[in-house]
């Protein structure tokens, strides 16, 4: 090496022919035109040796030309392999992708408003969630594809009506709606049936009323959303690390205030803020339909004498009032309101505990089946009572 380096600086830097360099190095003439001739330094090379895998090379390559991904195990027992494996192995890694169809991946450009990636995001973080119950609910998270500005919100659970109800909240929090949302394989959103994508009765009834496409991706095709991948991770790595979280309220009011500082964070695949691309972005989406969709929780059913409704889970107190009449219960993220002829006789915050039973403190309690009054003996109105009382409340004294 070192001879080499001195030969080409003596004939190049300072003109001395070969001869002379042969005689100053004492080193042949040929070696001096060899290392002139040589671009690169000189290096030891031992002659390969044959492997033992050359002899059944061409049987390899006539079974990757038919089968392309046949296993590596397959192979040998098709060509009467009784040698190590692993060097099989190395050699049809090797061979395989001579074979194979090219899968190269390009580069996605979007347009502005033309969709908005969506998933569920299961933060690997306890909130406690009332009730002495903690839990890590899922938060739906949603990024637009031309700013990459991003919103997320926590939900009380995945099922349908919660769903749907965090989709409407955050594109309400946006103002418009992208042309496109997409989406994986969310059973609340549809699922793939023979071979083509199916979308359940509600989310078809929700894009409908927007007006936009629901673009479900393939099976186990985690490229197709790569934003909101990419989001997820973000939020697990810069968002949750040192947080610590009181409830899902509190949950998402840091989340919030953290989105707010994040889409104005320089995005290095952009070259800019998410920010600064939102206002083209906003202006090229729909506008939010005039009458907002159904979401959230609707049944309707007749009240039971224990005058209780369940939810998700948890029975929530009604007035007694209702008793025997058909209600209709609704919910949101946040509320559980029950009606009777469209007015109110329950209204309730949202439990996100699970098992739970919630009276509101101006509900009366339920009774005892021995101090309720039988159908063959009603009891009598009491004259101190208002006349106007619709469902008076029999106690067990006066029972």
Known sequence: MEDWAEIRRLHRAEGMPIKAIARRLGVGRNTVRRALAADAAPKYERPAKGSIVDDVEPQIRELLAGWPAMPATVIAERIGWTRSL?????????????????????????????????????????????????????????????????????LPSRQGPDLLAGQWALLSQWGATPRALVWDNESAVGSWRA?????????????????????????????????????????ETSFLPGRAFSSPADFNLQLGVWLARANQRHHRRLGCRPVERWKADHAAMLSLPP???????????????????????????????AVGRRIVVTADLEHVVATLDG????????????????????????????????????????PARSPTATCPTTTASSA
């Open 291 to 321: 009458v907002a969709p159904t979401v959230g929780w609707t049944s309707s059913l007749r009240l039971p004498r224990d005058h209780y409704v369940r939810l998700d889970g948890n029975d929530y107190s009604v007035h007694p009032r």
């Open 195 to 235: 071979g083509r994508p199916v979308l359940t009765e509600a989310m078809n009834a929700f894009r409908g009323t927007l007006g936009i496409r629901v673009i479900q991706c393939r099976p186990r095709d985690p490229e197709a959303k790569g934003l909101v991948e990419r989001a997820n991770e973000y939020l």
């Open 86 to 154: 692993t060097v099989l192995k190395d050699r049809v890694r090797e061979l395989r992708p001579l074979y194979q169809p090219a899968d190269p991946s390009s580069r996605t450009e979007y347009r502005p408003g033309e969709l908005a990636q969506c998933d569920l995001w299961f933060p690997p973080a306890p909130v406690p969630l009332g009730a002495g119950q903690v839990g890590a609910p899922p938060v739906l998270v949603m990024v637009s594809g031309y700013s990459r500005v991003m919103s997320a919100r926590m």
């Open 343 to 382: 007015a109110a006789v329950a209204t309730h915050p949202r439990c996100w505990a699970r098992h739970q039973t919630i009276t509101d403190s101006t509900t009366p309690a339920p009774q005892p089946d021995c101090a309720r009054p039988t159908a063959s003996a009603p009891p009598r109105r009491s």
